[in-house]
């Protein structure tokens, strides 16, 4: 008879602790996903998805933010993800009017692609974005802004495959911030995007085709969430246990996997049309006093290949000593360059290549 009554309890106390469990996970998705509370520290995308390798994130931070998604319908481009600016008929890449105008612009001299994401331009005034500075003290050369906020490594080199052709013997530039490693595995960021994945040894890629609606995209591909709950609570609990570190490592080394073979991509490509390759390495204020995989890794991989990169940590870092200033003097609070990391980086580029591809 005891057993019983100890066995009910045991019962009872689970099937309490299950309810209560559930009553929480409804309440926590009625204050995320309506308007009944408003608790806004409870809508951070963080805290349930990682801003480094977690499509939830993503999906979550456009809804967070009040919106599905945080690109205009009108630059979603079927192959890029989105596009620098409106896609028209004149126009299908989506590209700025000057990059259009550069890239199609019959002159003698030399044109530069650079290629990237928003450090390119960094949150900088318009005659201090790196592209822009450049221009105005290049003679022989022209350089063309190819860049695009919130790219990855994948999306440049889909953006690097279908506008290189369009110039003859370009310079090719790849500005790459480290993080940009990470955006290769994603299939949505700001918007549903591209991604590659490697089969039998190759890159092949997926994530298509881009839907052209984005609240029918959004509504199709809700996160993969089963407990926000549990979320919460692994993700403050996550970094002291060994299978979260393992999974971090797991999803390293795919990231790795993934961008070789995009680098080796972009390598090859140039190598055979003839093409000069250059990678510029942008790093977010946190970076510059230490050293993480991502910057490791692509220096390794540039080096093996003897791929030139020039390096914007010391750059900045020797301009700081010299003028005593700290290292935020050359960020905005977003991450970004201002108009005076911007500036540094520029003049130092543009040196860098007068000294070593004669371009001036």
Request: net charge positive; aromatic share 14%; glycine share 4%.
């Amino acid at each position: 008879m005891k057993k019983d009554k100890v066995f009910k309890i045991i019962i009872t106390i689970v099937m309490i602790i299950f309810i209560s469990l559930l009553a929480t996970e409804c309440i926590l998705r009625i204050i995320l996903f309506t308007n009944f509370f408003n608790i806004p520290s409870l809508k951070y995308p963080e805290r349930y998805g990682s801003y480094f390798y977690d499509d939830d994130y993503w999906k979550l931070q456009s809804r967070f933010i009040g919106n599905w998604t945080t690109t205009d319908s009108r630059r979603i481009h079927s192959i890029l993800g989105w596009s620098q600016t409106y896609i028209t008929d004149n126009n299908p890449l989506g590209l700025f009017d000057e990059s259009l105008n550069y890239i199609n612009l019959n002159t003698a001299k030399n044109k530069i692609l650079f290629y990237g994401d928003s450090f390119v331009k960094g949150a900088a005034g318009y005659s201090f974005q790196i592209p822009v500075f450049m221009n105005k003290y290049l003679e022989n050369a022209i350089v063309v802004d190819l860049s695009c906020g919130g790219y990855g490594m994948d999306q440049m080199l889909l953006m690097f495959e279908l506008t290189h052709a369009k110039v003859s013997n370009p310079y090719i530039i790849f500005g790459i911030l480290t993080e940009d490693l990470d955006r290769a595995i994603l299939s949505v960021r700001t918007n549903q995007k591209p991604y590659y994945i490697i089969r039998n040894n190759k890159l092949c890629l997926t994530g298509m085709p881009i839907e052209q609606n984005p609240f029918v995209f959004y509504a199709k591909n809700p996160p993969k969430i089963n407990s926000y709950l549990f979320r919460i609570v692994y993700r403050n609990l996550a970094t002291k246990f060994r299978s979260y570190r393992q999974t971090l490592n797991k999803k390293n080394e795919v990231k790795k996997r993934v961008n070789t073979k995009i680098i080796e991509q972009i390598y090859e490509i140039s190598k055979n049309k003839g093409n000069s390759l250059l990678f510029v390495l942008f790093y977010r204020k946190e970076d510059l006093d230490s050293l993480n995989w991502r910057e490791a890794f692509l220096k390794t991989e540039l080096s093996e290949l003897k791929i030139p990169y020039f390096d914007t940590k010391p750059i900045l870092i020797q301009y700081a000593v010299d003028n005593k200033i700290p290292l935020g003097n050359f960020y905005v609070p977003d991450g970004h360059h201002n108009d005076l990391g911007n500036k540094v980086i520029a003049e130092a580029l543009l040196k860098y290549l007068a000294e070593n591809a004669n371009i001036k």
